[in-house]
């Protein structure tokens, strides 16, 4: 059974750093994608960033690209997201998920496609 487990949120000013790490056992990806999303109070759940495992290609939303880095360390099983200028709006849960298959590019963005998630970790951005 794949087990994600999400580390590094805490609270941070305007402008500063985090870097959120998502741990997954249980299964050893070669194919499909992590993807993280993130639910801020009385919001929908929303993607925010995804990476393959296997060429480590990523895609950003628009909201983070520029600001936001996906990077992976598969021999570790591990995914990081790296947070730089962090604003107030990107306050939130954020949550990895994985997903195995190999169409994961056309549904990136589909949280309904992910079908193993952790458990969230909270950001805090404060003005």
């Known amino acids: 059974q794949v087990q994600l487990a999400e580390s590094g949120g805490g609270l941070v000013q305007t402008g500063g750093s985090l870097r959120l790490s998502c741990a997954v056992s249980g299964r050893t990806f070669t194919s499909g994608a992590m993807g993280w999303f993130r639910q801020a109070p009385n919001k929908e759940r929303e993607f925010v960033a995804c990476?393959?495992?296997?060429?480590?290609?990523?895609y950003y939303a628009e909201s983070v690209r520029g600001r936001f880095a996906l990077s992976r360390h598969n021999a570790k099983n591990t995914v990081y997201l790296q947070m730089n200028n962090l604003r107030p709006e990107d306050t939130a849960v954020y949550y990895c998920?994985?997903?195995?298959?190999?169409?994961?590019?056309?549904?990136?963005?589909?949280?309904?496609?992910?079908?193993?998630w952790g458990q969230g970790t909270q950001v805090t951005v404060s003005s």
């Open positions: 990476i393959s495992w296997s060429y480590g290609t990523t």
């Open positions: 998920a994985s997903r195995p298959d190999r169409t994961w590019v056309e549904t990136r963005t589909m949280s309904t496609r992910y079908n193993s």
